[in-house]
């Protein structure tokens, strides 16, 4: 067995997953994988590599599902699933080379392995027109960001239209720049080291949006300046929400993007919906929609017996 199984996951992460395997990742990730080591060492003894078994992973997982998250009872299968496949993905790397896993280090004669929890699917949440015009109102009683240059009223009003109506993930919401606009075109493009997918994508900018943008142009430098933490963004978002008189649970910042791929449903072809959302595959697109209009048109035109209709 190799010596490395001596080390502990942080510790073999560290010295062969991170600069091995992550070279040109985005901080983001790295940081992500960081937060299930966390998780990894508080709720087990942080045994070395070579004692990690599959019934460890069985008992770590129900004890995370356990565990209470930051704005929710117990972290949810989505996000225990999460922290298991970067866990899974580690020891893959150490474990044997085969025909998937060609690059491999051969550490661990054997990975470990457990199968995901079952996820299930709510229908996704869409923020009525009337809800989000409350919460465009309210962003008048906005106190973040803290910056000399850029209006808080402003500055969220604008990151509602330009989330909405190019359908932005929060993470391409905060990296894109004033380089990255072409006002004159109505254009924005989204560098491929801040997609997602890691693909550089090109949106409209509508009308509206660009007048919006107007009011909070610096010219250089981030569109969306947030020198706060991400939790502040968070609850920043949620004191909008409470001021506009949005009940709980509230909406969250991906729900825009939600809400606009509803929206978008009633009139664009699933093709154009999946490049519209920046998705890899249509079905992906589809679970953003919630129950689209024409589907209640269908309904009420089905033929129903003459009694019922009496």
């Known amino acids: 067995m190799h010596s490395a199984t001596k080390l502990t996951l942080r510790a073999w992460f560290t010295t062969y997953y991170r600069p091995w395997f992550l070279l040109r990742r985005k901080a983001a990730t790295i ?28 008992a770590w997982r129900a004890r995370l599902c356990e565990t209470p998250g930051n704005h929710a009872p117990q972290i949810s299968a989505a996000t225990a699933n999460k922290h298991l496949c970067a866990l899974l993905a580690i020891l893959t790397k150490a474990g044997p080379p085969g025909l998937r896993n060609r690059d491999a280090l051969g550490h661990l004669n054997r990975i470990p392995w457990i199968a995901p929890l079952r996820e299930l699917e709510p229908t996704p949440r869409h923020i009525e027109i009337e809800q989000l015009e409350r919460i465009y109102k309210a962003c008048a009683q906005a106190l973040h960001p803290i910056a000399q240059a850029v209006n808080p009223e402003h500055w969220w009003q604008a990151w509602i239209l330009i989330a909405y109506t190019c359908a932005l993930r929060r993470g ?34 509508t009308p509206e949006a660009l007048r919006h943008l107007l009011r909070i ?8 300046p947030w020198p706060h933490s991400a939790s502040t ?33 009633a009139t664009a072809s699933p093709w154009t919906l999946q490049r519209f959302l920046d998705h890899a595959n249509i079905s992906t697109s589809l679970h953003y929609v919630a129950v689209p209009a024409e589907l209640r048109d269908l309904a009420e035109r089905l033929p129903l017996p003459p009694s019922a209709c009496a």
């Open 172 to 205: 391409a919401l905060l990296g894109i720049t004033w380089e990255n606009a072409n006002l004159a075109k109505r254009t924005l493009t989204i560098p491929a080291a801040i997609d997602k997918t890691g693909r550089q994508r090109l949106k409209p900018i």
């Open 233 to 265: 963004l968070n609850r920043e978002w949620h004191h909008l929400q409470t001021a506009a008189g949005i009940p709980k649970p509230q909406f969250t910042i991906h729900d825009l993007k939600r809400t606009a791929a509803t929206e978008a449903s």
């Open 217 to 224: 142009q610096t010219g250089s430098g981030p569109i969306f």
């Open 31 to 58: 940081r992500e994988y960081g937060y299930t080591l966390d998780r990894w060492e508080r709720l087990t003894s942080n045994p070395p590599l070579a004692k990690i078994t599959g019934e460890l992973l069985m």
